[in-house]
């Protein structure tokens, strides 16, 4: 952990990545993030409308980024990541089952090139604009939602003895 948390302080982007479980980050992530607790002081600080911790050791400015991804297809699956990260650049990938599939690709292609731009963009240390932090973020049409569930429950009907 050492190394780990001197080597996360010299980084320009952090990323961190999860699947999303029962509506939540897996547990590995949430140990990992609990390992970090020595590099805060204990004091209290204000920090714009929230209160913090201050850092105990000294960082460059960096970017953060959550990836997470979901089998549901909506939205509301990636609140508790969210909140967890929420200063992060927030890519999110609801019924990420559907990126398997090739249609479901073509469907994801706008997104799929809204992450290449934007991690270009990262390396690049250039800005990210609300336009492109939108379609980071996959949001279903109310159809789509629909047939994805009708498609997952054919496949769990087929798949699964009652």
Request: charged share 15%; glycine share 2%.
């Given at each position: 952990m050492d190394w780990i948390i001197s080597e996360y302080g010299e980084?320009?982007?952090?990323?961190f990545?999860?699947?999303i479980?029962?509506?939540?980050?897996?547990?590995?992530l949430q140990k990992m993030t609990k390992r970090f607790l020595p590099t805060a002081l204990p004091w209290l600080v204000e920090d714009g409308?929230?209160?913090?911790?201050?850092?105990r050791y000294e960082r460059k400015p960096q970017k953060s980024i959550l990836i997470a991804t979901a089998g549901?297809?909506?939205?509301?699956?990636f609140n508790i990541a969210k909140a967890l990260f929420p200063l992060s650049l927030?890519?999110?990938l609801p019924a990420s089952q559907i990126i398997a599939d090739p249609d479901g690709v073509i469907y994801l292609q706008d997104?799929?090139?809204a992450v290449h731009k934007a991690a270009k963009l990262l390396v690049q240390r250039e800005a990210i604009?609300?336009?492109l932090v939108e379609k980071l973020n996959v949001q279903y049409s109310a159809e789509m939602k629909q047939m994805i569930r009708e498609q997952a429950n054919k496949y769990f009907e087929a798949n699964l003895e009652g």
């Open positions: 980084a320009d982007i952090i990323t990545a999860t699947p479980y029962n509506g939540n980050i897996t547990h590995y409308e929230t209160t913090r911790h201050p850092s549901f297809p909506d939205h509301q699956a927030h890519i999110t997104f799929i090139d604009n609300p336009s």
